[in-house]
């Protein structure tokens, strides 16, 4: 067993991430801590926790958000390490070097390479002067008095993001540059609510890419490797849906290429615990498009075709020790797809959905791994980021996995809150999906594929019945039918 | 006291009655039995049986059936009529979805025409401007920057006049 400095480690998240990261720092032994926010009620991370905190805000999100209440409630449990997960402070300098100051170890990157990844300008700059492959671009920073006129000049279609963003929020894509600039207008707002900070960052829109991403890990003594890439390309806003690894995009060529591009990446900023370089890639090539300095929600679909766990490596490598193995020890067998379970009506064009988690029964079957972060019994709320579950499957290739994928989201029943669950059966039956071409606007070109099927008339017929012989009030109403009446027709209006 | 089960945005007559020596029938005659089998439902009409996981809460069913999920709600035909005709009248501006008051560019007794920006809220990671349905004098606001709301929840109201 590995020796750690540190004995406990307090988890700086909800979720289905709290959960999965919890059950990590159990295995290895060390007790595990969490905050919490009483709007979540009971939840499978709580079931894992050895001591709790709860926090409290503004508003629940601001509670996640709040550093001194945080740190206070690690010294109070005796947190000696701090795992922050994704989203919330994970991207946060500040809150890595206070973790650091207040003598707890940090479990992620360097503070100053979390600054310099999560400064979308910077990060370019530092990955372009070294020679990797970077998309047109014009930056706010530069001369913020031409900016408009610069991002007018690289031409439609425009995607607009801000500088200080991250995870899709707050990006815009502008058509057509008649309306640019009430586009800036509204990205600068809405880059300044999000980040606090109104800064804007403009490249040209590459139209149907793929978003290629590769899984790095570096250590403190100096080594990088790279896991193998995912492809994110089904996504919706910016935000991803499903993701796989490999992609079924890349030639045994191009995937040493850009894994290879990513490592570099990594070993220039002398990378330390896990992250992502993400990538967008058309006929022409790949360009950079950022590095996440975080564990990611679809890392899981890395550790079904490497067999690592991905949080027990950022523990080793926060405490200091050496990669236990080398790129060549790195093995890929398979095909991993991750399917994220997001409470979101795909009917309603995909309005966010809350309620009560009447029935929740995981999918089960080989390969099939189910990470929650809610529990039967518990509610929904709009609070906080709407995904519930992830759902990752690995099969001998990619036709099975997709059959595995297929198969688990039938089975998984989520009663009380509308999901998206027959909106991905959908999306990975489609017939582009199951060749592999696709890219990230497939989902928007196929609105389709969220209205759902018409309903057979067998199926209507069992559901009406199930549903009147299953509701007291109807079900009463109906008994109370004479017999006689009911003999000479059947009771419609 | 007859009604409609919604599924989805179609409402469908109930069609069902008690069949002539128990048990109940569908109007075209096809006996229905439901009946609970290891902690799941078996549902038969006619030759047809399948089997489901059902849910009840309140008014609304949720059926898990061949690998979807289904909503289903029960409306009294007197209720659904009431439903329609408030639907119709009221100017109000309803919440399309959960979420949290971002925003609010009118204040009561102001003036507005259909179609102008009266709020923005935020769901999730979106901003979603809302539009007044109609023509009228705005009244009293209910909800604060920084609140939630329901999807359904009345933001504002629109009065006649103007």
Known sequence: MTDFPFASVLVVNRGEIAARVLRTVRALGLRGLLIAHEIDGRTPALDLTDDVRLVRGETPVAAFLDIPQILAAAREMGAEAIHPGYGFLSENAGFARAVEDAGMTWIGPAPETIELMGDKVRARAFVGERGFPLAPSATEDDAPVTFAERARALGAPLLLKPSAGGGGKGMRIVRDMALLDDELA????????YFGDGRLFAERYIERPRHIEVQILGDTHGAVVHLFERECSLQRRFQKVIEEAPSPALTETERAEICAVAAGIARACRYRGAGT?????????????????????????????TGLDLVAEQLRVAAGHPLSFTQQDV???GHAIEARIYAEDPARDFAPTAGPVLRLRPPTGEGVRFDAGVLEGES????????????VVHGADRTQALERATTALSELVLLGVASNITYLRALLEDEDVCAGRIHTGLIAEKPELAAGKPLEPETLASLIAAAALSL??????????????AAMGAWRN | MQGYLIIGEEAHAL???PAMGGGYRLADGAPLTLRESGGRMRIQVGETV???????????????????????????????????????????????MPGAVVKVLVQPGDVVRAGDVVMVIESMKLETTLRAPRPGVVGHGRLAVGESFERGAMLIEIGEGG
């Open chain 1, 472 to 485: 007291p009030q109807v079900r009463g109403a109906v008994d109370a039918i004479p017999a006689l009446h």
């Open chain 1, 186 to 193: 509204r990205a600068r707002s809405e880059a300044q609510r």
């Open chain 1, 277 to 305: 370089v993400e990538f967008i890639r058309d006929e022409n090539g790949f360009y950079f498009l950022e590095m996440n300095t975080r564990l990611q929600v679809e890392h899981p679909v890395t550790e079904m075709i």
């Open chain 1, 331 to 333: 093995r890929r067998d």
């Open chain 1, 380 to 391: 929904v709320n709009t609070a906080f980021d709407p995904m519930l579950a992830k759902l």
């Open chain 2, 50 to 96: 399948r089997e489901a996981e059902i849910v009840v809460a309140g008014e609304t069913v949720w059926i898990h059936l061949e690998g979807v999920a289904y909503e289903i709600t029960w409306r009294s035909a007197v209720e659904r009529l009431a439903r329609s005709a408030d639907g119709e009248a009221d100017g109000a501006v309803h919440a399309p």
């Open chain 2, 15 to 17: 069609a069902i009655c």
